[in-house]
């Protein structure tokens, strides 16, 4: 990549490394979160659907500076955490996955969560009577029905954290190999008056989250295909 | 002291809410043949099979299964429905969307460890599914949807099947088709059977036994001749009543297009409808379509005269009416017919009279 230079390289492949954790590790944990949330009646589940579309209307500033606060040494996780002997979150990428996993939290649940309702209680029940206990009818019948909410949750939870600024300025800083994201790398870019490199991460960016988008619309069955 | 018990088959005492219906059923099924449960709409009949299924998490009380407990809640047992081994098909086929009719089939069959004595090839071509295995369900017609369902149904090995209205949601034609493989299954059927319909037809053709439901409630059970010709059922089920009688198919009049059908209480005339000489037909005879007459008229349009003797009279839903129970040889048949005529024929319990039957009221 001649006209990248290596700091680029590097601040893009971070980014990646990022994105991939952090959708995956929400696809897991954002999927029993979702599934409860499809499906309880409990009094909670206002609430608790409350909080987790929190970080759609929060600014991602706030989210990080609380963060910061809760995670740093004097923070009540951050003691937590050292008192675990486990070495300080902010500044460091596991910190970045942590925070970028909040941000980007309702961008995985809320497709899977849509997704798990469309399916509905019925083909649950049927699969039940042919003999099919809690998981098999999860992993049977649930997951491959909503198959179009998980590629859905995966592109936007992806392409959502790729994106991400405010977050990763208050928590993770802007340490080459560690915390220094695409967006990031913009931003310096811009600041010191290289337009063209900012033009060509940008332009990096806006090639992803396309191929994203476009990635999620051919992925999802012809709408023939279900009934 | 010896104890002779019969065999058991469904017991439920149950009691729910479901939106404004409250729900309090007392069950009682026989271990063998069909039972159906049959009621106006929104009479909780659903309601009642999702609780025997252990679908209805809110019904509480006590469920039993020949031997097996499935429910009491007094003693914290709940058998969830995967365990029940049921057989469910329900209003709408419900076909698994993501696989094929085949894989459908074998959703069921496989978790019942592909028993060996369930016949998958017999109940695949009895139902007419084998040109479809390799189809998507999307595809399928109501009728194609239905039959899938059913075999699908019937592969999981199920020790009771339940029905929830299979052909309410089908035109005409597909509807009489899957009646007939019914009434062929329900012939053969090692495992009871529980039929949910508001059709009074499809319960006279496929029920042994019945349950009838109102407002949330049994409002009587019993075997499907006697509880049709009770007098005290409520109103909403006032069209239902009348009595079905089964017999055997001893003439064909190809000139006329009729059938003879011989039963316990004489002989009938009714129209052809592409059955075999020797073969049992079941033929219901509604309560509107009787008349009541002193002696037999052979000059009257009415191909049949049945020769009875009044049982019992009651009051019909409306009261310029009345429904009159009549014994035929000792199969019981229900006239409803105006209360001036009961007077001018001056009919009284131990009369003798003639129900005459018109051969177009008949045949389902």
Known sequence: MGFLSSQDVQALWLTLRLAGTVTVLLLVLGMPLAWWLAHTHSRWRRPVAAVVALPLVLPPTVLGFYLLMLLGPDGAIGRLIAAAGLSALPFTFRGLVVASMLYSLPFVVQPLQNAFEAVGQRPLDVAATLGAGPLDRFASIALPLAVPGVVTATVLGFAHTVGEFGVVLMIGGNIPGQTRVLSMRIYDHVQAGEYHQANVLSLCLLVVSFAALLAMSLLRPGRHARD | MPVTESPRGLDARLAWRRGELALDVDLALPPRGSTALFGPSGAGKTSCLRAMAGLERAAAGRVSFGDTVWQDDSHRVFVPAHRRRLGYVFQEASLFSHRSVAGNLDYGFRRAGRPAHLRRDELIDQFGVRPLLQRRVGGLSGGERQRVAMVRALLADPQLLLFDEPLSALDALARSELLGCLERLHATL????????????????????????????????????????????????????????????????????????????????????????????????????????????????????????????????????????????????LARITRRSWHALALAPGREVWAQVKAVALGA
């Open chain 2, 190 to 333: 090692a495992v009871p059977m529980v039929y949910v319909s508001h059709s009074i037809d499809e319960v006279a053709r496929l029920a042994d036994h019945l349950v009838l439901m109102d407002a949330g409630h049994v409002v009587a059970q019993g075997s499907l001749q006697a509880t049709l010709t009770r007098l005290d059922l409520p109103p909403p089920l006032a069209e239902a009543v009348g009595a079905v009688i089964e017999g055997t198919v001893v003439g064909y009049d190809a000139h006329d297009q009729l059938i003879e059908l011989d039963f316990q209480g004489g002989r009938l005339w009714l129209p052809y409808r592409h059955e075999q000489v020797g073969q049992r037909l079941r033929c219901r005879i509604g309560a509107r379509d009787v008349t009541l007459t002193g002696a037999p008229h052979p000059d009257s349009s009415a191909l049949n005269d049945i020769r009875c003797r009044v049982v019992a009279m009651a009051d019909a839903d409306h009261p310029s009416q009345c429904l009159v129970q009549l014994d035929a040889a000792g199969c019981l048949l």
